[in-house]
């Protein structure tokens, strides 16, 4: 059983992940996976472990977040479903790659310092808020189904939805904003499913688990995170088209910055 000040902990960031997951368009692993590691680390669940769950836990969260923020975007017709079918199966096997075998073979502490420098790097982007070339277009078939399989990839081995690099890949193709945060909503869920499936399987036969997991996934926490998160995706991804995000984006890599650095910590020190 989990005590009410850890619930109460687990519901306020799957408010504050499901907001931001509609908001920005990602997933709100970038913010879970730090936190993860703290509650899981303060409750004796080995370093290197830890990163793993936090990492694994964050992803199964984003199944639900994205279907209650795509829903929204969708309404508004922001969506482009054209461009989800093209990543959406390259997404799909990069995950698998990613989670059924990368991510058991690599230790936590090499996770967590991968973690941290991806997050800086996005930050990065995120904060100088860089503009296309006015005649980029996105690729064709084949190139979309290969950029899906990167985001897919690197989603599987940081526990985020692909916003990150689904997002500015999009922009930096001149889809606009809006559209490109809502598409990065949408694939959400595949990159999801597809990298929690290959987590469950993964860690099977991990010794040392906390109570009520499957695999890598801690069960409590996902049950918490994402009832809470549901509830405010839709709200995150209304004010997307009414809110200064431009300026939102830039608070929120100022966070990131210091999230990765706890996150290098936490790798350096294992």
Known sequence: ???????????????????????????????????????????????????????????????FTSVSSVRAHHQRGAVRWDIVQRLAPGIVLGGFAASLGVFALLKGSFLAIFFALFVSFSATQMFLDKKPAPSRQMPGAAGQVAAGGVIGFLSGLVGAGGGFVSVPFMTW????????????????????????????????????????????????????????SVLTAPLGAKAAHGL???QLKRVFASLLFGLAAYMLWKGLMA
């Open 1 to 63: 059983m989990l005590d009410p000040l850890l619930i109460v902990e687990l519901g306020v960031l799957g408010l504050a992940t499901g907001f931001l997951a509609g908001l920005l368009g990602i997933g709100g692993g970038m913010l879970l996976v730090p936190f993860l590691t703290y509650i899981l680390g303060a409750r004796q669940v080995a370093p290197d472990l830890a990163v793993k769950m936090a990492i694994a836990t964050s992803m199964a969260t984003i199944m």
């Open 173 to 228: 193709c001149n889809v606009p904003i809006h559209n490109a945060v809502a598409t990065s909503a949408a694939l959400g869920f595949p990159i999801a499913l597809a990298n929690v499936v290959g987590y469950a399987i993964g860690g099977q036969n991990v010794p040392n688990l906390p109570p009520a997991s499957l695999g890598y996934i801690w069960l409590p926490a996902l049950a918490v995170i994402a009832t809470c």
């Open 244 to 246: 200064p995000v431009k």
